[in-house]
């Protein structure tokens, strides 16, 4: 054989020597015609006793298709394995996604949660020095980088991906919750945010129906912009064209990028020609912190195997979304539930510390495993 270098059990090698040697019997497309290439796998077992009766050693055999059977359990461990370590970073960057989170927001103090020359999480000082969060006060943390949050969503033609029938824009710029206190779930905030939706006039007659419930005629936040598929990329750039209100002429304010699931919905603005995620960090571009999925952030929070659908995670928040699958609701829940899921989170902290000095933990607790406080 020309396979000389392989792990026995990854390759079968057989030769010609009276034991029993491999067979086609087809391919499938379907489970009904798995399970009877199955049963004719299993028929030609029946005929196992007429090796041994012609003198043939299927000892050697045996050993050979044991080595194949071991190496699919080596490789089914070596996937739990894998799958252990991707949650284990995703837990780990969860964390470092709600601290930077709560800073942004002020429900934190940067210089004690971040260690920004490393751009990690850092250590949480003494548990016991971080005050309850009263949600009836302002906040009493400055809010790191004045960031602006932009959340995004698109809906889209179901029978035709390609055709973007509309975009939902919200905006939320954490100097204007500024002295204002966040409110149960963060809902006293949650009037600040400032929410667009734009048609697209080429697609003005599409209304999904056959997958989800569109409603492209319900937007409950102001009034629809009818746009033409032309100058769709212009307008969505200009929404993130956010220049700061004091400070250099030109120079744009710090934005975080928010969307539920909001791989696909940047796929779709990049195809129909916006380019400002391509060119960040520059001066003539806005300047980009990150971006922040909902749907894999509330995910990791609940420590739940699949992600939720919007309108599932809007249930668990307690927020009441009307409308959805209109592209400016969506966008405006996805921002009202990262809100509520900064607020929550930052008020569980605070109950994690409380417990950990009742059943007398250390005081100072050092983020390193990805599986302490969220600090």
Excluded at 36 to 42: F, G, N, R
């Amino acid at each position: 054989s020309l396979i000389t270098n392989c792990s026995p059990g990854l390759v079968l090698l057989f030769d010609d020597d009276g034991t029993p040697q491999p067979q086609y019997l087809g391919k499938c497309a379907s489970k009904d015609t798995k399970d009877y290439l199955e049963s004719k796998a299993c028929a030609i077992h029946e005929n196992w006793s007429t090796y041994a009766a012609d003198g043939v050693d299927l000892t050697v055999f045996e050993d050979k298709i044991q080595a194949g059977v071991n190496e699919t359990k080596n490789k089914r461990k070596a996937t739990k394995t894998e799958r252990k370590q991707e949650r284990y970073h995703a837990e780990v960057e969860y964390e470092r996604c709600m601290t930077r989170l709560q800073c942004y927001f002020g429900l934190l103090d940067a210089e004690t949660a971040i260690d920004d020359s490393l751009e990690s999480i850092g250590q949480a000082k003494a548990a016991v020095n971080l005050p309850t969060l009263n949600l009836n006060v302002p906040i009493s943390f400055p809010v790191w980088k004045q960031p602006v949050f932009i959340s995004i969503d698109v809906e889209s033609n179901e029978y035709s991906h390609s055709q973007v029938t509309e975009v939902g824009v919200s905006i939320l710029d954490t100097l204007h919750i500024l002295g204002i206190p966040p409110g149960e779930n963060g809902t006293k905030w949650a009037p600040r945010i400032q929410s667009r939706h734009f048609r697209v006039l080429e697609y003005a007659n599409v209304v999904n129906n056959a997958f989800v419930s569109g409603c492209p005629d319900k937007f409950e936040f102001g009034r629809s912009e009818w746009v033409a598929l032309a100058d769709l990329a212009r307008v969505i750039e200009d929404c993130f064209n956010i220049l700061p209100y004091l400070g250099v002429k030109g120079s744009f304010r710090n934005i975080i990028l928010v969307g539920h699931g909001i791989a696909c919905d940047v796929k779709y603005l990049r195809d129909h020609g916006v380019t400002l995620f391509e060119n960040t960090n520059t001066e003539t571009s806005p300047r980009f912190l990150g971006r922040i999925d909902t749907a894999q952030l509330f995910r990791v929070w609940k420590q739940e195997p699949q992600q939720r659908s919007l309108g599932k995670m809007l249930d668990e928040l307690n927020i009441v979304g009307w409308n959805l699958h209109n592209a400016g609701n969506d966008a405006r829940y996805t921002l009202e539930a990262l809100v509520c899921m900064a607020v929550q989170a930052r008020q569980e902290t605070k109950k994690s510390e409380a417990k950990e000095s009742e059943t007398g933990a250390e005081a100072e607790l050092i983020v390193d495993s990805g599986k302490n406080t969220w600090l």
